[in-house]
């Protein structure tokens, strides 16, 4: 059973910094790419980071390029998002995402997500 969960959402000021983890099982994770997604209110779920299954390559959107980090601890089943300089209009839901192989096609799985606010 796929599972992930997101945790270190909060309130947040603007330019402040909030780590977000995500304990994933239930899967081969280390073969795999994670990516995490937001989603504002009224807004369709955007990807902000992607990893690959080996940590060595990493993409973002020009909106959080420079500002997020996403990293993986392979041994841990964890992936993370650092993110730095937040700005209000970063303030979303988080959502850690997965997709993977099932039978001869693909699924995608998702998390709960966790709640980014930043505001003063």
């Known amino acids: 059973q796929v599972q992930l969960e997101e945790s270190g959402g909060g309130l947040v000021q603007p330019g402040g910094s909030l780590r977000l983890s995500c304990a994933a099982s239930g899967f081969a994770f280390s073969s795999y790419g994670m990516y995490w997604y937001r989603q504002a209110p009224g807004k369709e779920r955007e990807s902000v980071a992607h990893?690959?299954?080996?940590?060595?390559?990493?993409s973002y959107p020009e909106s959080v390029k420079g500002r997020f980090i996403v990293s993986r601890d392979n041994a841990q089943n964890m992936v993370y998002l650092q993110m730095n300089s937040l700005k209000p209009e970063d303030t979303a839901v988080y959502f850690c995402s997965a997709m993977l192989i099932v039978g001869s096609g693909w699924n995608r799985y998702w998390g709960q997500g966790t709640q980014v606010t930043v505001s003063s």
């Open positions: 990893i690959t299954g080996d940590g060595r390559d990493t």
